[in-house]
Nanobody, 127 residues
Framework: QVQLAESGGGLVQAGGSLRLSCAASGRTFSSYATGWFRQAPGKEREFVAARRWSDGITSYTDSVKGRFTISRDGAKNTVYLQMNSLKREDTAVYYC????????????????????WGQGTQVTVSS
């Protein structure tokens, strides 16, 4: 079993930066892939970014390309989402998700690709 815990959310002005962390516990976080999703008020959960650690394949939704970066510190069992040039439309609860085994038939941008989810961290971007 894996437990995921997000942190690093908060209130930031437009144009600012935040770094979200996703710490794993319960077993070695040698995940096949990790994803970040977000859910804004009144909207469905949407894909933000994902990385397949075996080959480094990374995917971002178009609206965050060039602004967000997903990375990992294996020694700390932690995955990060660096968010720069934040916009009001980035306001949402951000969730990290992990899958430990391959799931080639399911795209990493799909929430169905992941077995484990964190509780989320709120990011609010003010103008």
């Amino acid at each position: 079993q894996v437990q995921l815990a997000e942190s690093g959310g908060g209130l930031v002005q437009a144009g600012g930066s935040l770094r979200l962390s996703c710490a794993a516990s319960g077993r070695t976080f040698s995940s096949y892939a990790t994803g970040w999703f977000r859910q804004a008020p009144g909207k469905e959960r949407e894909f933000v970014a994902a990385r397949r650690w075996s080959d480094g394949i990374t995917s971002y939704t178009d609206s965050v390309k060039g602004r967000f970066t997903i990375s990992r510190d294996g020694a700390k069992n932690t995955v990060y989402l660096q968010m720069n040039s934040l916009k009001r439309e980035d306001t949402a609860v951000y969730y990290c998700a992990a899958r430990l085994s391959p799931a080639y038939a399911v795209p990493l941008s799909s929430s169905y690709a992941y077995n484990y989810w964190g509780q989320g961290t709120q990011v609010t971007v003010s103008s």
